[in-house]
Every structure is written in structure tokens, then in C-alpha cells.
């Protein structure tokens, strides 16, 4: 089992950052990664993560978002910069761990034109 738990989540203008953290409960030697829900809308992958910090990125937020990992404290970075109003989602970590795969309770980012 693995437990995921998020903050930095909250209300931001237009053109703001964020910082988004994700704990694991255990170490992870798979890649980890963020994903976004809007209201309406299917969860889309933001951005992933290797344990040996090879990245991948969603072309929305390329440029704009960096994804980072410290394996010695179990957890994952989203920096998000140049913040749109587009980018209004709750955010999820992802993490697999054998056969499974966990998420996190998300996180609110809300960006205000």
C-alpha cells in the first residue's frame, strides 16, 4: 500500500506560481507524475517524473510547469509558473508501486484572469 498525500494546492492570479507537493508513504523507483481534472472534463496527464528524473510534460505546460523529485524524502515537486486561468483543475499525484497504481486526494489550483 501506498498513501499520497498533496498540498500547495490554492487561489492564484493570472500569471502567479504555485508549488505543488506530493508525499509517498514509501520509496517509489517507478516514475511519478501529476495529473489535472477541470470541471467536465477527463484527468489528463501534466506531467511525469522517472526515478532517475527523466521528464515528460504535457505540451500545455511546457515551458510554464517543472516536475521534480527528491527520492530521499519520497516526494514530488510541481512548480508551476505563468499560471492561466486554463490550468482551474484539481491536481493529482501518481505513483505505481508493483501491480498498482495510487493517487492522491488532489489538490485545487484555481487561477483568477
Known amino acids: 500500500q501506498v498513501q499520497l498525500v498533496e498540498s500547495g494546492g490554492g487561489l492564484v492570479q493570472a500569471g502567479g506560481s504555485l508549488r505543488l507537493s506530493c508525499a509517498a508513504s514509501?520509496?517509489?523507483?517507478?516514475?511519478m507524475g501529476w495529473y489535472r481534472q477541470a470541471p467536465g472534463k477527463q484527468r489528463e496527464l501534466v506531467a511525469t517524473?522517472?526515478?532517475?528524473?527523466?521528464?515528460n510534460y504535457a505540451d500545455s505546460v511546457k515551458g510554464r510547469f517543472t516536475i521534480s523529485r527528491d527520492n530521499a524524502k519520497n516526494t514530488v515537486y510541481l512548480q508551476m509558473n505563468s499560471l492561466k486561468p486554463e490550468d482551474t483543475a484539481v491536481y493529482y499525484c501518481?505513483?505505481?508501486?508493483?501491480?498498482?497504481?495510487?493517487w492522491g486526494q488532489g489538490t485545487q489550483v484555481t487561477v483568477s484572469s
Open positions: 501518481n505513483a505505481n508501486w508493483r501491480t498498482t497504481s495510487y
Open positions: 514509501r520509496s517509489i523507483s517507478n516514475a
Open positions: 517524473i522517472t526515478s532517475g528524473g527523466g521528464t
